[in-house]
């Protein structure tokens, strides 16, 4: 066990996660009590705090032991899920993320219900808050993988420990902790990242990374190290991934509850500038340092899971390695509590207050939210043992969603039918469970690929039935966005 790394890593931790909640307090103390102070920070996050969270939000488990993970299959062209989620930015920043925040709407399904009505609020609240669920056994894994590397404690013993103080992380002070801790974390995460990808290519022969592309160039594996790969995962996995983060991630709660918490629209646009190099240039590093493992013998046995993480602890000073798991560690925990504090507040909101407690009071919200956040935690603690490769599961997880991206264009500019909003939810999520658990894209000669597959019955679909089916004007023409619009104004 590296006793001393692990002691610098959750010392880092605690007085990080500590420090910022007694700050917070004091702060809120000394503020006028605002109603969506837990969830949503006030609606008061300015552009720092703004793009780390976002940054942060989508650059978990998937982007680091992801990638690490997935460069065993597909190469340096598992690159394209940091450039997926560079494009997914663009497009939240300077539209759904915009959309949430002027309609100040509390979750996603919110939004669902001024388009189309109770019904379709509630059906996607519990399928989204499932989706996020299982975003969050994936991250609680990623915690275990790392302590792990440190303790050797194997990695359910490592995501109970890192799920304890995932939920430390986020019930203390809720979306506005998260955030602060997040634009702390980012500057050490690159410190580290950067110092320790300059460290291991000092290790190697000639002090770079050339022996590397050599290793996969003499083993006739060229396209290991090209970013388009071949043309086999340039249409499997390079395609499948981008479809599935832009067109589900666009709208997930996880994501956008961060532009919900922002200060003003300006603020996200602003925050784009920095949340996407953030979150892109990590995928560089992650891609160069996962195929090193695979090239070192000591490391390429322990197998995709471990030996990325492992190359690192053995491989690095002990003070870098220190700082590299804790940022690490820290880049997972926040994910964690996003994809933990997200399915609660649709829960609280959406479920709790909007079927059960509608005068619910915010201290009333706020201890609902709390103890979904420690339930959810547990239970992800429970299984995370047990998943599959993470980008695979995750690819799988983004194509339930894809459907609820285009019902919402088609509410906000076309039209709002509450049925044909249904008949395309309902289709798209029977396709993709036929896709997952039957040969029916075999036998149909059609590519096995439950994001494409999603997305193109979502367009058809969608397109077809609100042609037949008509509905009430589009909500952006609405006399009601209108009014809005003028009192926000």
């Known amino acids: ?3 001393s790394m692990l002691f610098i890593v959750l010392l880092y931790e605690i007085v990080t996660i500590c420090g910022v909640a007694l700050w917070l307090k004091r702060g809120k103390s000394q503020s006028a009590h605002n109603d969506s102070e837990f969830a949503l920070g006030g609606r008061s996050l300015p552009v720092g705090v703004v793009a780390a969270t976002m940054a942060l939000t989508v650059l978990g488990t998937a982007h680091i032991l992801g ?85 050797g404690w194997g990695i359910t013993n ?33 410190v580290g990242l950067i110092l320790a990808t300059i460290f291991m290519a000092l290790r190697l022969p000639g002090g770079n990374f050339d022996s590397v592309a050599e290793h996969f160039v003499s083993q006739d594996m060229d396209y290991m190290i090209s970013v388009f790969g071949n043309s086999q995962i340039l249409m499997t996995f390079t395609l499948g991934m981008v479809v599935a983060v832009l067109f589900s991630q666009s ?60 190359m690192l602890v053995e491989y690095l000073p002990p003070w870098l390695g220190a700082l590299l798991l804790a940022s690490f560690l820290a880049a997972i925990l926040s994910t964690f509590a996003m ?65 609820v991206f285009f019902i919402i264009i088609f509410g906000l500019f076309w039209q709002r039918s509450a049925l044909a909003a249904l008949i395309t939810l309902v289709t798209v999520w029977a396709g993709n469970f036929l896709w997952s658990f039957s040969d029916i894209a075999l036998n149909l000669g059609l590519l096995k690929s439950n994001a494409v597959m999603a997305l193109t019955a979502s367009v058809v679909v969608g397109c077809v039935a609100n042609l037949m089916i008509k509905g009430e004007k589009a909500y952006f023409k609405s006399q009601t966005y209108l009014d809005l619009k003028e009192t926000n104004y």
């Open 158 to 190: 490592g995501a109970i420990a890192g799920g304890v103080i995932g939920i430390f992380y986020v019930v203390l002070a809720g979306m506005k902790e998260v955030g602060w801790i997040n634009l702390i974390n980012a500057v050490v995460m690159y």
């Open 67 to 151: 990638v690490f993970e997935m460069v065993w299959g597909v190469g340096a062209a598992a690159i394209w899920f940091s450039i997926a989620h560079v494009i997914l930015l663009v497009v939240v920043c300077y539209s759904t993320g915009l959309w949430v925040r002027r309609l100040r709407v509390t979750t996603v399904p919110e939004l669902l219900e001024h388009l189309f009505g109770k019904g379709i609020r509630v059906l996607v609240s519990c399928v989204m808050a499932g989706i996020i669920f299982g975003i969050l056994t994936i991250e609680t894994q990623g915690l275990g993988i790392i302590i792990n590397a440190m303790t």
């Open 339 to 403: 994809t933990a504090l997200s399915p609660a507040t649709i829960f609280s909101n959406d479920i709790y207050k909007g079927l059960f407690k509608p005068d619910a009071t915010e201290a009333q919200m706020t201890k609902v939210t709390q103890i979904a956040i420690v339930v959810l935690a547990s239970i992800a603690i429970a299984v995370a043992s047990f998943l599959p490769p993470i980008l695979a599961a995750m690819t799988w997880l983004f194509a339930w969603l894809i459907p």
């Open 1 to 3: 066990m590296k006793t």
């Open 251 to 310: 709208v997930n709660q996880m994501l956008l509850q961060t532009a919900m918490s922002a200060k003003d629209e300006k603020t996200i646009k602003k925050a784009l500038w920095i949340a996407a190099p953030i979150n892109g240039l990590f995928g560089v590093f992650a891609v160069v340092l996962g195929l090193t493992a695979m090239t070192i013998p000591e490391f390429a046995e322990l197998g995709p899971k471990k030996a990325a993480t492992q």
